[in-house]
């Protein structure tokens, strides 16, 4: 059994996954486009370029996302995206990057059970946790 992150967008997944997967050392995926897909007709705001469905692979966690019309697109409340490394410099980093653009709620810092910790939502909007055991 295992778990997967799916985000929505309002039109910015590829930017965001692609982004992710720069800054994670991660794989890309295909991205599939509402474009020539059985969902032509639910493409947000008719924008068929949009994607319907993208994936990418950070170390062994599946990130995926999609692209919402803006009525259906409600920022994430309540939840956390966690990335965790080993090394702090490379903790630092992603969280530094991710904080660009972005909203520090708690800055990167030792805390009693961490190297480092910090909590920042990203240029997207997605809310993340960054930790360094």
């Not at 370029?49 to 170390?59: E, F, K, P, Q, Y």
């Amino acid at each position: 059994m295992s778990f997967s992150i799916y985000l929505h967008f309002p039109g910015t997944c590829e930017e965001a996954l692609t982004y992710y997967a720069k800054l994670m050392d991660g794989e890309p995926g295909e991205v599939f486009r509402y474009r020539g897909s059985p969902a032509e007709d639910m493409a947000p705001g008719g924008n068929l370029d949009l994607v319907m469905h993208m994936r990418i692979t950070v170390g062994g966690t599946i990130l995926m996302g999609s692209d919402v019309s803006p009525e259906r697109y409600e920022k994430p409340a309540g939840v956390n995206v966690s990335y965790a490394s080993a090394d702090p410099e490379q903790a630092k980093r992603v969280f530094d990057a991710l904080s660009e653009g972005g909203e520090v709620n708690m800055p990167f810092e030792p805390t009693f059970w961490a190297k480092g910790f910090g909590m920042v939502t990203d240029r997207f909007g997605v809310p993340w946790m960054v930790n360094c055991d």
